[in-house]
């Protein structure tokens, strides 16, 4: 990480312990023995430099947090005695509401989740295509409902903020009816695009669909919750990303699918209904 972005995260994590701290500066300073012309430096942003291996390390004890996060290499505040992995995979298994992955996106409401899926979004599909898919994969379907509706309810949330990004190709097959579609009626693929474009235009703007090229761009499915963890999808299981950076790159390949994107947000509804037209 630049030297100048560790510092700046340091800052910002530093007046958050002051701040909650319900300590002045003065007082904040003397009880992890720093002189408050120290602390005011440090707080100031006018030096990119950290304070010592001792002074960091008494602020972390005395204030409980782990020094991974009050250097921002890690997003877990607490402080335990097991190094977190930068790498974790976690089982996709039939009980979405007893997984990790609802409580990932129950951890991340009130910040910006980014979406990469594999198919139609999960939200966005019919009882119909639950079922179909869910037959194909062997999976259970009333747990593949149980998952739909979870996220429905959670993109209606008012503090929710969701990007989706997908290639438009994906949307172009399905309507095709060809491929892992061929079998799917056309009043079912026309009933998906119908009941996708009502949702959303009802989820707009918590719930904001964008549509890129997949011959110019391409991308593994994943999703990015809030500054808090990756989580690749690689069919049954899921890669998860915890480092700060790896959250970092995967945010930044994601905003670059929204700059490329050929369908935006305010666009979506439009397009997925001239696509059940033609």
């Not at 966005?124 to 194909?136: C, G, I, K």
């Not at 491929?179 to 989820?203: C, F, P």
Request: proline share 4%; aromatic share 8%.
């Amino acid at each position: 990480m630049d030297k100048r972005d560790l510092a700046g995260i340091f800052r910002e994590r530093l007046q958050r312990l002051v701040s909650r701290s319900g300590l002045n500066q003065s007082e904040f300073a003397e009880g992890v023995g720093l002189d408050r012309s120290a602390l005011s430096q440090l707080l100031s942003g006018k030096s990119v430099r950290l304070p010592r291996a001792e002074t960091l390390l008494n602020i972390a004890e005395t204030h409980a947090v782990s020094l991974d996060w009050l250097l921002g290499l890690s997003q877990d505040e607490g402080v335990s005695t097991a190094i977190s992995p930068a790498l974790e995979i976690e089982e996709s298994p039939d009980a979405f509401d007893q997984t990790l992955l609802a409580r990932w996106h129950a951890e991340a409401a009130g910040t910006k989740i980014r979406y990469v899926p594999a198919g139609i979004p999960d939200l966005l599909r019919t009882d119909a295509v639950v079922a179909f898919e869910a037959q194909a994969a062997g999976r259970k379907l009333s747990s593949q409902l149980t998952e739909t509706r979870f996220r429905v309810d959670y993109n209606r949330r008012p503090e929710t903020d969701m990007e989706v990004c997908m290639p438009v190709q994906t949307l172009s097959v399905f309507a095709a009816g060809v491929g892992v579609w061929s079998e799917l009626s056309a009043q079912d693929r026309r009933d998906q695009l119908d009941h996708m474009a009502r949702l959303i235009d009802d989820l707009y703007p918590t719930f904001r669909l964008f549509l890129f090229d997949g011959r110019m761009n391409y991308s593994v499915p994943y999703t990015v919750f809030g500054p808090y963890r990756a989580a690749i999808y690689v069919g049954d299981m899921y890669l998860v990303l915890n480092a700060t950076d790896a959250i970092r790159m995967m945010t930044r390949h994601f905003d670059n699918l929204i700059r490329a994107a050929e369908v935006h947000a305010h666009e979506a509804a439009a397009f997925v209904r001239a696509m059940k037209c033609e």
